[in-house]
């Protein structure tokens, strides 16, 4: 199965370093996409914590995955899971008024979706072409 081109496999490569580290960041600092006069509560620090639990191993194998060469046939449904990832994270941003999130999840989801979709396409076998059709009579 051919695989992603090395500027697509480098931007998916930046895009789970990116995600993986806001998770990091939030984890270390969870009041950071926060407004500035918010309370860091229990459960601020609750929700930065899942944040990393799926964003810090989610980044990590889609790394391995892409820079390992192991694309195989498991690396478009890992795209497609971390951009259906991304669309969340697009969700969210929308929800709480962060354009920031908001715009760069969109653009990672796009990134991993279409990049999934397209070593989809590459991956479908080749339609068997059709016996071809003899002008000439048969029989008597």
Same mark, same amino acid.
């Given at each position: 199965? /051919?695989?992603? &081109?090395?500027?697509?496999?480098?931007?998916?490569?930046? #895009?789970? *370093?990116?995600?993986?580290?806001?998770?990091?960041?939030?984890? $270390?600092?969870?009041?950071?996409?926060? /407004?500035?006069?918010?309370?860091?509560?229990?459960?601020?620090?609750?929700?930065?914590?899942?944040? =990393?639990?799926?964003?810090? /191993?989610?980044?990590?194998?889609? *790394?391995?995955?892409?820079?390992?060469?192991?694309? #195989? !046939? #498991?690396?478009?449904? *890992? $795209?497609?899971?971390?951009?259906?990832?991304?669309? =969340?994270?697009?969700?969210?941003?929308?929800?709480?008024?962060?354009?920031?999130?908001?715009?760069?999840?969109?653009?990672?989801?796009?990134?991993?979706?279409? &990049?999934?979709?397209?070593?989809? %396409? &590459?991956? !479908?076998?080749? %339609?068997?072409? !059709? /016996? =071809? %059709?003899?002008?000439?009579?048969? #029989?008597?």
């Amino acid at each position: 199965m /051919p695989g992603l &081109s090395r500027p697509l496999t480098a931007a998916n490569a930046l #895009g789970a *370093l990116l995600s993986a580290g806001f998770g990091l960041a939030g984890l $270390l600092d969870p009041g950071l996409a926060l /407004p500035d006069d918010s309370a860091i509560t229990g459960g601020v620090h609750l929700y930065a914590a899942a944040y =990393a639990a799926r964003a810090l /191993p989610l980044g990590a194998a889609l *790394l391995h995955q892409l820079l390992a060469g192991r694309g #195989g !046939r #498991g690396l478009p449904p *890992l $795209l497609a899971l971390a951009g259906a990832v991304q669309i =969340a994270d697009a969700a969210i941003g929308l929800a709480t008024r962060n354009p920031g999130m908001t715009l760069g999840a969109t653009a990672l989801a796009a990134l991993h979706l279409g &990049s999934a979709a397209r070593l989809a %396409r &590459s991956a !479908r076998p080749a %339609r068997p072409a !059709r /016996p =071809a %059709r003899s002008s000439a009579p048969t #029989g008597a």
